[in-house]
């Protein structure tokens, strides 16, 4: 009997070690993510898709890692309009934040990618970006032991492509962000917004009419909308257009979360607009006209006090104070 239950012991420690051995820690505010089927959380995957999404060896000159446009101190987005890839060359779009990007279906401002494991591979093959086709990079990281003994560890294969993306798509959906000051109030605390900050959430969530889009836990409907940013250009970013051929679609593009926006300047997929202030002022005027503007933007005739309480309702609410500033790990060598 007592070899019989030290048998089952045996055989449920193994277990716990090949399955699904990672909890996420959801932040107070954000609800249980959706992991996709044959992709389970791993501490060992996370922590190989924490070293490739930080190592610039992905890159054909070894200078530019995900982390180049992604940079945890810069709110895991970074300070410029457009991001910069190998020998210099800039992207024609701003480089979003990726927090919190687990909860996104559509990846990209035009939802071209599904999923962050359909999304991961695209920066690699990019030229623009990090310039390696997926034969290269596979027998790149191939080559260096650590990385070899570390997929056969996970997904016992040597590197595969899958495999990279599977690591990654992991290691980001621990990118989270929640336990803001908002999610406090929300859940009872109502001493956890300043008067100002309480003030500019009533206008959020009324007369400003942001929730029409910036909705949920993440403060995305995860949608696609014209607002009309860039609409003024000479030919103009038609945005999700180019994937669906929707005229309805044209200068569309996803709603961003709002979380940590106080990290992440400029704004807006062409960066073109530099502080909240100026956001706040564009809304405030309406968007951009267009003809496929959306019917929930208007004139909002915000006073200037107004406008200063919604800015601090962003900046203040929705930082939180576990903000997920990881330090690049060591890499296989
Ligand atoms: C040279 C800069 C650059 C590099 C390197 C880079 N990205 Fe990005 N990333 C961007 C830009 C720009 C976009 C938006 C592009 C678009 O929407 O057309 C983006 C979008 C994303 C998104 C979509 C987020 C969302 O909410 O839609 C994810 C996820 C992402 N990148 C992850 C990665 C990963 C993983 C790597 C490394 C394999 C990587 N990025 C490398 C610049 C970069
Ligand atoms: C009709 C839907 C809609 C409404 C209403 C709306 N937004 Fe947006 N918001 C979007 C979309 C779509 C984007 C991305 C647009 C782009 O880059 O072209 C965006 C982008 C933003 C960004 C930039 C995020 C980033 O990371 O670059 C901020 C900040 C923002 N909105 C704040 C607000 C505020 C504040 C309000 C209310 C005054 C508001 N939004 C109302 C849909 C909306």
Redesign the pocket.
Known sequence: MRFLTLLLFAISCVATVTADDYELQYPLGLKPMRIPKGNELTEAKIKLGKQ??FDPR??RDDT???????EPSKGWS?GDD?????RG??????????IN?GY?Y????????LM?EG??????Q?S???DLTLEECVAKLNKIEGYRKQFQDVFGTDVTSPG?ARA??SF?RTILSGNAPYDKFKAGDKSALSDAAERGRKLFFGKANCSACHAGPNFSDFAFHNIGVGMDNDPPDVGRFNETDMLGDRGS??T??LREIDRTAPYM?DGSLGTLEDVVDFYNKGGIANPQLDEELFPLKLTVAQKADLITFLKEGLSSEDYPDFKPPALPK
């Open positions: 490739l999404f992905l890159s530019v890692s995900c982390s180049s446009c992604h970074n457009f991001a910069t890839g190998v060359q800039r992207t024609g779009r701003s480089a979003p934040t990726i990007a996104s559509f990846q990209f401002w035009d939802g071209r990618a962050l999304q991961a591979l695209g920066p690699i990019s623009v970006e990090m990279i990654i798509a980001e593009f996803k961003a979360t997929h």
